[in-house]
């Protein structure tokens, strides 16, 4: 595990693209930590690394966001769950997430612990807290796992 701290929502990015910078098609990145830690951030960062230019957003009442980057030069979709507003897991399962954590783009989902179970055994995980007012700790956690390809 890497731990790294953060003092501006630059840094955080900027470590999101250090972390994005060499993730794999099928990569499975949960992210994990309290309101305001930063998750947000950190996912703008992943796409930046990802070759996506537009904006992103939290998909806090649409539950998904599909971004359109590159890796290597070849389109790339990058998913974007947040599962903040969901109760329970049917209602992720009801919107056929399978394709979506199985699949051939880069999965991010925001507030992953609310469904652990329906996590892809390859998944890295990321912990985003608040450390302080203007301070947030990261960790990271890579499984070898996801190199399979």
Sequence with gaps: MTEKFSR?????????????ASLPRGSFIAITGTLGA????FVRGLCEALNFTGTVT??????????HGSLHGAPLDINHFDL???????????IGYEDYFYGDG????????KFPELLPQHAMH???EIAGEHERRIEFERYSMLLRR
């Design 106 to 113: 880069v999965t991010i989902v925001e507030w992953a612990e």
């Design 126 to 128: 990321v912990h985003l």
């Design 58 to 67: 939290s998909p806090t009442f649409s539950i998904l966001n599909i971004y």
């Design 84 to 94: 903040y507003r969901l109760n329970t897991a049917s209602d992720l399962q009801s």
């Design 38 to 41: 930063g998750k947000t951030e």
């Design 8 to 20: 501006s929502s630059d840094e955080t990015r900027e470590f999101a693209r250090q972390f994005g």
